[in-house]
């Protein structure tokens, strides 16, 4: 059991899929290393923003998950 | 009171905007929103995701907010997800109060926050493929009404 | 299109909107009110009376007024004459509009006119006779937001 | 055939009728003449308007109305 990355909206079609196992502990460095070329590029945007076990974090550079932790990726919303 | 639902099967506007009104027998007026799938244009099929951790607790202090923002009896918000087609409702917001204009506000505000401040992502299907949406201009501007 | 009628008998929101909802499958969006007389207080009964040939023809006016001044695609408004009881709907507004906010604000509009600047009177009784009801300064207030 | 007088909300209580025909032709000081106490007082007042078959007199000293007409006198309005 790793950290599972979830990937939301658009980024699960630049990720090819919904989800992703990274093995833990993960950091903020550690989570752009796990992830390639434009889904990477896309994560450090300042319009994505990143949520650890369902609390989204202020500050995406202070990520620090385990294994067995959950971390959304979160772009842009739209709804109604 | 709040009604706060994650739909993933059809939203009833009628039969909701009805449960709502006798819930609220005190309120003098009632405010509601339908927001619908577009049948114009060249959609033929939307997509809303959402993501369990997030969306309905972001829904709940979305209802508490208003609440707290407006002098209410109560407030509703109904949004769907899963697979649309043209003419579907997606959303449903209504707002009962003793005022006409805190029931107004309330549901504007509600619904400016679910457009462009809700955990949803939401895709449209043309004739040249699958596309996600972002917030248009004007979404963004409404919603910075109310900050 | 623009739905307009004075009501001698009950009105009905649910199915009013029903029918008006259908009527505009290309609307993305649609916002209503409903006005009911509050069981709260201690009114018992209500009476609204209107002026046969000013009433409806000013209501048609102010639907195509609200017609004229947003980008809609359709009107609604509903209103009752004759005797009412707590809890009753009086009135139903409604606007369809492909972008929210020209419905919110045609809606309350259309509204506000109704409440103060509509040929309409109304007297409620209370446990000490009928009394004769004016617009709140409130209600002068909402109308003059739109000149 | 007179001129009809039409009396709307508090207007039919102080009339202590909904209507009443009086002769014509009737101006804005006949229709005062006709209209006893505080139904005249009333009427004077600058919330008061005047319909004449129908169409509201943006002047009520303007008034001119002869038999078979019908005069409406509108205090303020509530709905909704």
């Known amino acids: 059991m790793g950290v599972k990355l979830v990937f939301l909206g658009k980024l699960a079609d630049l990720a090819g899929a919904p989800d992703k196992d990274v093995r833990g502990p993960l950091d903020w460095r550690g989570l752009l290393d796990a992830l390639p070329g434009p889904l990477g590029e896309a994560a450090r945007g300042d319009t994505v923003r990143l949520a650890l076990n369902g609390t989204v974090l202020a500050d995406k550079a202070a990520l620090g998950a385990a294994d067995g932790d959950e971390v959304a990726l979160l772009p842009p919303v739209s709804g109604g | ?147």
């Open chain 2, 1 to 147: 009171m709040k009604d706060v639902r994650l739909l993933h099967g059809d939203l009833s506007p009628g039969n909701a905007m009805t449960a709502f009104s006798a819930a609220h027998p005190e309120a003098g007026g009632i405010v509601s929103f339908v927001g619908k799938v577009r049948p114009d244009g060249d959609v033929e099929a939307l997509e809303l995701r959402h993501y369990a951790p997030l969306t309905l607790a972001g829904m709940q202090q979305l209802a508490e907010a208003t609440l707290a923002r407006w002098r209410l009896d109560g407030v509703l918000l109904h949004h769907r997800t899963g697979a649309l087609k043209p003419g579907d409702p997606i959303v449903l917001v209504a707002a009962a109060a003793r005022h006409r204009r805190d029931a107004f506000e309330a549901a504007q505000f509600a619904m400016d926050h679910l457009k462009s401040d809700a955990w949803f992502w939401k895709r449209e299907k043309r004739a040249d493929g699958w596309r996600w949406v972002e917030p248009r201009g004007q979404d963004h501007a409404d919603l910075a009404r109310w900050t």
